[in-house]
């Protein structure tokens, strides 16, 4: 399908014009005139401002395009850096990872040597204990005796000796044996 | 047939209707209301269809230049209080904007040049403002009628003289718009006449009617300029008593 030239239009405007004037459809006033002014005021300003204003628009639109472009290409580059940094950091993450591992172990077999020495410690503390006790268990006859032997004894004899009553004098002389163990 | 200026201001029912005695017919100016929102409406929605565009294009950078002039003009007279209200403020611009821009188009009706049109819109726009002043402030808000510093024996005068001011606010709002539209269009009219007559009389005035001629042309676009000057001023008077009934003094 052609497109019409601009001759072909004006020719069909012009017949248009006539045909709606002779059948009273166009009438002709004052209202014409202003018709005339007003569409003539409008091709007017396209004329002379059309540019101009098409210009500050699309200037707008331009600002807004430039500015997103900036943005994205702003993101872009902060995302790049982080990316670079995060390649620098995974190494000593993985450094940082074994180390603490290590660290794990180590703090594991400490506290099992630890716990192992102290057990140790007090075993060979309680069996001291048990070996001394069990020693004064048996020296305590021997020297219970020697005891009576070199205390009580000699004054018995001597009570004996001296007519004394004998129960009386082992009761006291007992009672004060006990006080010296007490004490 | 002789036809007067104050012609083209004629109401004419398209669709007659009448319940009663009361009209609720389909008229000329109905008509262009309807134009002006549905132009108005036609814009908004393919700009904004499917969100719009992040760069905008032609049309949607006017629309967000509209949006921009009115939220700015909300921000710089009311501020944040004032936020709530933006939609209403922008309806009214961009209804205020279109139906007079459409007026200007030859051969069609300029709804706005009717003071029914104009009284019922700053009216009711003026009792709404009343409204939210109480909203707010109770009745505090009649400390809006005495002047911040303003001597106390002179009250009795002043309250009366600022209710009188306050009260005169809807008609004059309504009566600006009415009055810029009506003359612009009957000048323009006149003007055209007095090109046709000296056109149609032939001779030397047919000549001389480009004078009146180029008058009308200028006339045109200091029209042009006036509907959207209007739209404005409309706009921010009533942003203004917008920012009296929130913040008072």
Known sequence: MKSLSKPYILLYIVLAFCVASSKHILIYNEETLVLICFFGFIFAIKHYFGDTLTAS?????????DELNQSY??????????????????????????FS?????????????????????IDSQISKMYT???????????????KIHDNVLPNIQQSLALNKKPIDFIKNSKNKLKAKDFA | MISTPLEQFTISSII??????????????????????????????????NGGFLVPSRWQSLVEMIYEFVRSLIQEQIGAKGRKYFPIVFTLFVFLLFTNLIGMIPYSFTATSHLA?????SLSL?????????????????????PKGAPLILAPLLVVLELVSYCFRAISLGV??????????TLVKILSGFAWTMLSVGGALSVASVFPFAVVFALTGLEIGVACLQAYVFTILICIYLNDAINLH
């Open chain 1, 73 to 98: 290409i702003t993101q872009i580059h902060q995302d790049l850096s982080i990316r670079d940094q995060y390649k620098q950091i995974i190494p000593v993450s993985q450094v940082l990872s074994v």
């Open chain 2, 16 to 49: 007659p209707l009448h319940i009663g005695k009361y009209y609720f017919s389909f008229t000329n100016s109905s008509l262009y209301l309807f134009l002006a929102i549905g132009t108005a409406g036609l814009l908004f929605h393919f700009v904004t269809q």
């Open chain 1, 57 to 65: 628009i699309q200037e707008r639109g331009d600002t807004i395009h």
């Open chain 1, 101 to 121: 591992a290590s660290l794990v172990e180590q703090s594991e077999s400490t506290q099992k040597l630890a716990e192992y020495s102290l057990k140790h410690q």
């Open chain 2, 117 to 121: 049109v104009t009284f019922g819109l």
């Open chain 2, 126 to 146: 003026f009792i709404a403002i009343t409204i939210i002043g109480f909203q707010i402030h109770g009745l505090h808000f009649f400390s809006f009628l005495l």
């Open chain 1, 132 to 146: 001394h006790l069990y020693k004064l268990q048996q020296s305590f006859p021997q020297k219970l005796q020697k």
């Open chain 2, 176 to 185: 600006r718009l009415f009055a810029n539209m009506m003359a612009g269009h």
